[in-house]
């Protein structure tokens, strides 16, 4: 039985008979294709053109900084999921190590990621469109487009009902197209003719300035891109042999998803015709980017192709999405921020059947008022964002509690997590930050939601007090807080009153500071006799 976790959200009969119901079944194959699928959806068919558009060629490094930024935040996770395996890890280690105010905050936002899964179907809706014009128009879904789209969220649901094993093995061979496609893609582009001197024409490399590498991480799609690496850990209950197969997995997943990326920024960067470029990459405007470039260079097969890996490659996204969401809301429902009722797991087919039917709702909801990808997207990197963030303290958390109270070291940590963990946290705050006030002013109010939350829930809970659960969790609405009022006075989008790059320098500092008063209030919060224990001992 896992120790030192909050009574009244894991130490009862009811919360282990269900957890007892997952089926230990996915090896490491089965969860680097989880991994991958996740990561490789909607972002390669949009997020080339909006970088560019963005960035430029400097989109390039855009890139590599996220592939970075996801190693960091990797490594973080991946010690997690190796040492302390759960179904919907990425939901409980904050609640583990800061107590319920920031497992609330946390899981609230998680709830509204499940938007991702939205932003994944209105893609598809948006490459269908080019057979059915009338599913997407100015951006949006329209209404029959909405109907269909809420259509494809119940298939969706239907083919996560049944056991994990078939389900993984639906996904492998929906990984295997996946990988194909986008490689058949860059060679084609390629062989069709290049042009030369792109990375330094139509105003040089970076022709906004690298400070619009930054803003292409979020407001490009970049982040949202490459994100999804965490998959394979919301499934590490699940998983044989978890502290081996969860690592290896994340981080084959991320290398090879970013290689793929980096190949398909260069074959457009490369293949787009002079006569696009009159306005420099700002005037590149696609509705169906890689369709419509193949379709412009005579490739009609690859056209073809594309168009249908175009429901393929998003819908498997969405397939491992509604998977992830439904551990996520099983997890949420652990952590008692939703009724017990969605934690229960189907003794027959081991899934959260009742959890799948109540994210099918929040997508479908999710979908009326954001109906376009970039939207959906820009707001969806920073819930994601502040996941990583809360991830990163606990990690930190652990540790300290756990080498103050003499526990030796447990097999799975990762070397060099005492550096990356706040390294992590202070890249995840700046990557919140670069996404933009025009996204921040709707994303962080709408996540410190949590905080009325908890105190409506505070009042029905069990252990320690309101006033503890504030002090130890206050670090995080001081942080969301802090990052609102820089937005608005930074440069990105904001008002400008704190220039470049003394703004993004305060986020770093701010952020700095926050992180280590965040790890000794949560080894405060694991070292009072209400809580006195971290998290579960590695299976």
Known sequence: MPRNQPAESLATP??????????????????????????????????????????????????????????????????????????????????????????????????????????????????????????????????????????LSVLLTALNWFAVRMFARLNNLVSVFKVVVPVVTVVALFLSGTHSGR????????????????????????VYSVNGFQAPLDFSGEARNPRRNVPAAVLTGIGLAVLVY??????????????????????????????????????????????????????????????IDARHTYALAKNGLLPRYFMRIDARSGMAHRALVLNLAV???????????????????????????ASAVAVAVFRAHERGSGVPRRAGEVPGVRWIAPVSFVVAAEFVFWSGWHDLRLALPLVLLGVPLFLFQQRRAEGPSARAQLRHGAWLVVHLAALTVL?????????????????????????????????????????????????????
């Open 262 to 323: 980096l190949g398909l920024q260069l074959a457009f960067l490369f293949t787009v015709p002079e006569s696009l470029l009159g306005g420099g990459w700002q005037g590149v405007d696609f509705e169906s980017p890689f369709g419509q470039l193949a379709l412009v260079l005579n490739l009609h097969w690859l056209a073809t192709l594309l168009y249908a890996d175009a429901v393929i490659s998003p819908g498997g996204s969405a397939y491992v999405g509604v998977a």
């Open 14 to 151: 009811a919360v282990l008979a269900e957890e007892r119901r997952l089926r230990k079944e996915l090896g490491f194959w089965a969860l680097t294709a989880i991994g991958f699928s996740n990561i490789l959806g909607s972002g390669w068919l949009f997020a080339a053109m909006y970088a560019a558009r963005t960035a430029g060629p400097a989109a390039l490094l855009s890139w590599i900084a996220a592939g970075a930024l996801c190693g960091l935040v990797a490594l973080v996770m991946v010690e997690l999921g190796a040492t302390r395996p759960e179904g919907g890890g990425t939901v409980r280690w904050p609640l583990y190590a800061s107590g319920r105010l920031v497992g609330t905050v946390i899981g609230w936002s998680v709830l509204l990621s499940v938007g991702g899964t939205a932003a994944e179907i209105s893609a598809i809706m948006q490459y269908a469109a080019h057979y059915l014009p009338g599913l997407h128009a100015g951006g949006r879904l329209s209404a029959p487009g909405l109907g269909v789209a809420v259509g």
């Open 487 to 539: 937005s608005w006075l930074g440069t990105f989008g904001g008002s400008g009153r704190l220039p470049a790059p003394y703004d993004s320098v305060a986020v770093g500092a701010v952020s700095l500071g926050v992180f280590v008063w965040a790890v000794r209030s949560g080894a405060d919060h694991l070292g009072t006799a209400e809580a006195p224990a971290t998290a579960a001992p590695a299976a």
């Open 199 to 222: 990375l330094t024409d139509h105003g040089g490399f970076a022709p906004y300035g690298y400070a619009a590498c930054l803003t292409a991480l979020a407001g490009g799609g970049i």
């Open 363 to 389: 997508i479908v909801v999710f979908m009326l008022p954001f109906g376009g990808w970039q939207d959906i997207v820009s707001v969806m990197g920073d819930m994601y964002l502040l996941t990583y963030a």
